[in-house]
């Protein structure tokens, strides 16, 4: 079956420094993407989402860019922060309203920030 | 506004006994999910709801039920727990279904033994 993946699954980056995560995806069906941070004990936590006619969405101090030529996605982190330490999930939203609840999730990245 | 609940936040259970976890939610969404989560095998759906009233199956169905009585409320049952049961529980609710948003509980730790 078709699944969410990450090519990263730990990344270490300095107080300050950009940080970026990366997922791939292989169901060229899916029309909607979600970004979530889960810190350690907490349940996940919506970030920014994009939909598939969009190849770049901004937030506060966080980019989602989507590439659909390679079946690419990234979140990118202005400036990280040491709070900004947690493991991200990517989800790709399939698009057929199928039985599974339309979300699946990648495994996670697990971003650490050093002071 | 609470968002999501879960109760309890944890629980260790012998195996055999029944067990009902607690989803609230406050927001007036359609759609509420449960998930499990292992580590290495990331959120794994267990069944949904996209309406009050009904509930399917998700990936991970065996040895567990639900029911949606009304819109707030999804509770998640286990029969006669099972030490592979053992997980991190989330309930997770979205406006519609599907293609949208989901928002997440804080979570149950459930042990079983």
């Known amino acids: 079956g078709e699944s969410v993946g990450l090519h990263l699954p730990t990344l270490s980056v300095q107080e300050g420094d950009n940080s970026i995560i990366n997922c791939a995806y292989s169901?060229?069906?899916?029309?909607?993407f979600i970004w979530y941070k889960q810190e350690s004990g907490k349940g996940p936590q919506f970030i920014i989402d994009?939909?598939?006619?969009?190849d770049k969405r901004q937030g506060q101090r966080v980019t989602v860019l989507l590439n659909k030529t390679v079946k690419h996605l990234s979140l990118q982190i202005a400036a990280t922060q040491p709070g900004d330490s947690a493991v991200y999930f990517c989800?790709?939203?399939?698009?057929?309203?199928?039985?599974?609840?339309?979300?699946?999730f990648g495994k996670g990245t697990k971003l650490s920030v050093k002071p | 506004i609470a968002g999501i609940t879960q109760a309890p936040t944890s629980q260790i259970l012998a195996a055999g006994r029944r067990m009902t976890l607690r989803c609230t939610q406050d927001?007036?969404?359609?759609?509420m999910y449960w998930y499990r989560q292992d580590l290495g095998l990331g959120l794994r759906l267990i069944h949904y709801?996209?309406?009050?009233?009904?509930?399917g199956k998700g990936e991970v169905p065996d040895g567990y039920s639900v029911s949606r009585a009304n819109t707030d409320d999804f509770p998640l049952t286990l029969a006669s727990a099972v030490p592979s049961q053992t997980s991190v529980y989330f309930c997770?609710?979205?406006?519609?279904?599907?293609?949208?948003?989901?928002?997440f509980g804080p979570g149950t730790r459930l042990t079983v033994l």
């Open positions: 997770a609710s979205s406006v519609v279904y599907p293609g949208d948003t989901q928002y």
């Open positions: 169901n060229s069906a899916s029309d909607y």
């Open positions: 994009i939909r598939s006619n969009m």
């Open positions: 989800a790709e939203n399939i698009g057929d309203g199928g039985s599974q609840g339309n979300l699946i």
């Open positions: 927001m007036r969404h359609n759609a």
């Open positions: 709801s996209n309406t009050a009233g009904t509930t």
